[in-house]
């Protein structure tokens, strides 16, 4: 319910009771102040108003403000008066209960209603367009976290695939420079043979079965460990 500052009040309504009518499509709820005996009127905003607002804040003597349901049973402070003023219901202030029959809503023409739709429609869009950087930005800053969070968990695996891949280019280095050294021993032990010990026509064909063996070792473990 709006307080003093928002809604506009009478003081001199001739009934102690509370009544609700509708002014410009919003409700309007007059009822007594216990305190002062005046005749105020609350403008309700019904989609926004809740039952526990302003109504304490607007005479300071109001102890307590309930509504019930006509069942007895209590309605929740959070309720919006939109539900509320669906069915009657009781309101309680201090120590007196008032009766409360809200009028028909379906007197506005089908025109009225069509015109509040886009307008709850419209209203609807103009806080998503408002609000959709503000969103845009909390998303990508939660995504910027997760990344972190996983960049994080993979670093460890990160430095061991580095380790391994040193080491294994190491290893294929040894390698390479430990074949070079046999090929050359392979060969100047070849020549040493053939220009020293035996004639060509000895170590040739030596030669040849050698080489084409070597060839053969060589497809071998290229066939088995495919590099």
Same mark, same amino acid.
């Given at each position: 319910w709006q307080g003093r500052e928002g809604a506009p009040y009478s003081m001199r309504?001739?009934?102690?009771?509370?009544?609700?009518?509708?002014?410009?499509?919003?409700?309007?709820?007059?009822?007594?102040?216990?305190?002062?005996?005046?005749?105020?009127?609350?403008?309700?905003?019904?989609?926004v108003t809740t039952v526990g607002q302003d109504v304490q804040r607007e005479d300071?003597? $109001?102890?307590?403000?309930?509504?019930?349901?006509?069942?007895?049973?209590?309605?929740?402070?959070?309720?919006?008066?939109?539900?509320?003023?669906?069915?009657? @219901?009781?309101?309680?202030?201090?120590?007196?209960?008032?009766?409360?029959?809200?009028?028909?809503?379906?007197?506005?023409?089908?025109?009225?209603?069509?015109?509040?739709?886009?307008?709850?429609?419209?209203?609807?869009?103009?806080?998503?367009?408002?609000?959709?950087?503000?969103?845009?930005?909390?998303?990508?800053?939660?995504?910027?976290?997760?990344?972190?969070?996983?960049?994080?968990?993979?670093?460890?695996?990160?430095?061991?695939?580095?380790? $391994?891949?040193?080491?294994?280019?190491?290893?294929?280095?040894?390698?390479?420079?430990?074949?070079?050294?046999?090929?050359?021993?392979?060969?100047?032990?070849?020549?040493?043979?053939?220009?020293?010990?035996?004639?060509?026509?000895?170590?040739?064909?030596?030669?040849?079965?050698?080489?084409?063996?070597?060839?053969?070792? @060589?497809?071998?473990?290229?066939?088995?460990?495919?590099?």
């Amino acid at each position: 319910w709006q307080g003093r500052e928002g809604a506009p009040y009478s003081m001199r309504v001739p009934s102690d009771e509370v009544t609700i009518n509708y002014r410009h499509g919003l409700p309007v709820i007059t009822l007594t102040l216990p305190t002062r005996s005046e005749r105020c009127r609350f403008t309700v905003k019904p989609m926004v108003t809740t039952v526990g607002q302003d109504v304490q804040r607007e005479d300071k003597g $109001i102890e307590r403000a309930e509504v019930f349901a006509t069942d007895g049973s209590k309605v929740s402070d959070a309720t919006l008066m939109e539900v509320l003023l669906m069915n009657d @219901f009781k309101l309680v202030i201090n120590k007196t209960a008032y009766s409360v029959s809200p009028p028909v809503k379906d007197k506005l023409s089908s025109e009225h209603a069509t015109e509040m739709e886009d307008i709850k429609s419209l209203v609807h869009r103009l806080f998503v367009a408002l609000h959709l950087e503000n969103h845009q930005i909390r998303k990508e800053r939660e995504l910027l976290q997760k990344l972190d969070h996983l960049k994080e968990e993979l670093l460890p695996l990160e430095q061991m695939k580095a380790r $391994i891949t040193d080491s294994a280019d190491a290893k294929t280095s040894r390698l390479l420079w430990v074949g070079l050294a046999l090929m050359s021993t392979q060969g100047g032990a070849l020549a040493w043979l053939t220009w020293w010990v035996y004639s060509w026509d000895i170590m040739e064909p030596v030669t040849y079965f050698i080489t084409y063996g070597s060839a053969m070792a @060589f497809y071998a473990y290229f066939v088995l460990t495919k590099q």
